[in-house]
């Protein structure tokens, strides 16, 4: 059974730093492309990054671009993102992903509240 595990999230200062990761469990996450995304109070659930299965391409909301960064540890099943000034409209619960053949796997989502 697939499951995604998000943690790293809290309370963070407009312009701080913070790292979330989400530790992947039941396959081989290396040949599947993973992403984050979020949904803030009252709104849909939007894309955030995407990683390529082998971290050689990754893909990024306009809204994130320059200060948020998408990573991954194969060899730990781990993707990371690493959010670098963040500014009180990031604020949302953040959920990883993963799409394996017809069906999407989703975490529980962790909660980053950015103050301003």
């Known amino acids: 059974q697939v499951q995604l595990v998000e943690s790293g999230g809290g309370l963070v200062q407009a312009g701080g730093s913070l790292r979330l990761s989400c530790a992947a469990s039941?396959?081989?996450?290396?040949?599947?492309?993973m992403g984050w995304y979020r949904q803030a109070p009252g709104k849909e659930r939007e894309f955030v990054a995407a990683?390529?299965?082998?971290?050689?391409?990754?893909y990024y909301a306009d809204s994130v671009k320059g200060r948020f960064t998408i990573s991954r540890d194969n060899a730990k099943n781990t993707v990371y993102l690493q959010m670098n000034s963040p500014k009180p409209k990031d604020t949302a619960i953040y959920y990883c992903?993963?799409?394996?053949?017809?069906?999407?796997?989703w975490g529980q989502g962790t909660q980053v509240t950015v103050s301003s």
């Open positions: 039941g396959r081989t996450f290396s040949s599947y492309d």
């Open positions: 990683i390529s299965w082998s971290g050689g391409s990754t």
């Open positions: 992903n993963v799409g394996v053949g017809v069906l999407d796997y």
